[in-house]
Structures are given as C-alpha cells and as structure tokens.
C-alpha cells in the first residue's frame, strides 16, 4: 500500500472512531444518522516540492471531509461534530507517525432545505495533510 493511501485509512480509522457514521468515498445516503455522518473524500495530493539527494517528494495532500448533521438542534450537534473532529486531529498530527502534520481548514456550514424532512446542517472541511515520500507512486 502507498504512503498516501496508508495516511488516508488512518485519517478514516480516527473519523470511524467518533459517534457519527463515517464513510469514504461514498455518495450521501438518503437518511442522515442521528449522531450525524462523516464522508471522506481522497482529494488531490498536489503537485510535489522536490527534493534531491536523497530524491524525495514533498506533499501537502488536500482531503476533504463532508460533515452533514439534521434535526432540530442541527446547530449544536454541527458545532459538536466539528470540535470531535478538531479533537481528533489535534490528539495526534501526525496520524501515528505517518505524516509530517495535519491541518483542518475552519467549516463553512450552509443549511440545506429537504422536502419533508428536516434541514441538514452540512459543510466540507478540508484537510492538509503534509507527508514526504521517495516515490510519488509508491
């Protein structure tokens, strides 16, 4: 497994241990879970700084984690779900050894109408991970 996919299955390792549902990759499902729901979204590691002798690549990764809650205290439970998530990042920076830092951008929530049901409270955090390899495919 590469070093980038490594970082990405211990950043949704973290977010799999907070109440909210977590998910990688996946489209937004039709129900929303009470405790809220986390997607992990792989983003563009970025063209890399480079180093030589010895040869290595210099990333900073752009993730990104779609963070939706609903019901009627959406306000709190969003404000929660974001601090679990700040808490978790700033528990361990670097995953456990495996990257450099990690770095949470501030959410820009926005409220989205759902006929016939509650309004979800969603945003997308985006997320630096820094991480230096000696190759940019393994």
């Known amino acids: 497994m590469s070093l980038r996919e490594t970082i990405l299955t ?5 977010l799999s241990a907070l109440p909210a549902t977590a ?3 996946e489209v937004l499902p039709e129900r929303v879970p009470p405790d809220g729901l986390l997607i992990l ?3 563009e590691p970025g063209e890399p700084e480079v180093t030589l ?4 690549y210099h990333y900073q990764h752009r993730a990104e984690i779609e963070a939706v809650v609903q019901g009627a205290n959406r306000d709190v439970a969003f404000d929660a779900l974001c601090a679990e998530i700040g808490a978790v990042f700033s528990a361990d920076r670097t995953l456990g050894g495996l990257c450099d830092w990690i770095e949470a951008e501030a959410p820009q929530p926005v409220d989205l109408p759902v006929e016939g049901a509650a309004s979800l409270k969603a945003a997308v955090i985006r997320v630096s991970l820094f991480y230096s390899t000696s190759d940019p495919l393994g």
């Open 53 to 56: 002798s010895p040869l290595t």
């Open 10 to 14: 211990a950043l949704y390792a973290r």
């Open 23 to 25: 998910l990688r990759g």
């Open 41 to 43: 979204r792989d983003g």
